[in-house]
């Protein structure tokens, strides 16, 4: 079992749609990061979150600490949504900032 | 852009060969982290560094090794290269606090590296 689950693995939505994406790890945790992958390859860094919620634009990431659990919300969806994403946690157990990567989940936003 | 860049941007190798990808950190960052992703696949953690001192390595063989310089770029060096190590391999610089955890990490474009 990996210690980070996304699911679903494939999503695909309407514009305009609200999406949610979950991730649940198995390891104690010291931050988690929303990671945003499009086609090529580049990375960028959504949220970084070790408590609560946070919001940017249309898109918000939760975390349950307790239930291991967060999740990330797309409110009003579009087609240039359309790419991974990849929930990351950083395990309390290990030294730097090094990083456990979910599987990812691929969205399509049809127009 | 993130600042982060990596060089180069595909490469084409054969079994057997070695090869060498570099990543230029972001300004004012003094960690990198290398990740290796297969096709369909999240990033696996390959190592780190800190300083120019490893600093954490994932679960790869010793043919995987790694240099961070002075201004912080990094090298990550691969020798008899294997088809499974075809792979997008990912580099990302953050920056730590002595001893401690650091920031936000920022993801280079990645070298796209296919082995015949």
């Known amino acids: 079992k990996n210690e980070v689950e996304q699911s679903p693995q494939n999503l695909t939505a309407q514009e305009g749609e609200f999406i949610t994406i979950n991730c649940s790890y198995s390891v104690g945790i010291s931050a988690l990061h929303w990671l945003q992958q499009h086609p090529g390859g580049g990375i960028v860094s959504l949220f970084m979150l070790s408590s609560g919620k946070k919001k940017h634009g249309r898109l918000i990431a939760t975390i349950n600490i307790q239930e291991k659990h967060s999740s990330l919300h797309i409110t009003a969806s579009h087609p240039r949504d359309s790419a991974v994403y990849i929930c990351?946690?950083?395990?309390?157990?290990?030294?730097?900032?090094?990083?456990?990567f979910g599987e990812g989940t691929q969205l399509t936003v049809n127009p | 852009e993130t600042g982060v860049t990596q060089s180069p941007t595909h490469l084409i190798k054969t079994r057997g060969q070695q090869v060498t990808l570099r990543c230029s950190s972001q300004s004012g960052h003094n960690t990198v982290s290398w990740y290796q992703q297969a096709l369909g696949q999240g990033p696996q953690f390959i190592f780190q560094?800190?300083?120019?001192?490893?600093?954490g390595r994932g679960n790869f063989p010793p043919r995987f090794s790694g240099l961070q310089f002075p201004n912080y770029s990094s090298e990550l060096n691969v020798n008899a290269l294997e088809l499974d190590d075809s792979a997008l391999y990912l580099c990302?610089?953050?920056?730590?606090?002595?001893?401690?955890?650091?920031?936000?990490?920022?993801f280079g474009p990645g070298t796209r590296l296919t082995v015949l």
């Open positions: 990302a610089s953050s920056r730590a606090a002595s001893g401690g955890l650091a920031d936000t990490q920022y």
């Open positions: 990351a946690v950083r395990s309390e157990e290990t030294s730097g900032s090094r990083l456990t």
């Open positions: 560094y800190y300083r120019e001192e490893e600093n």
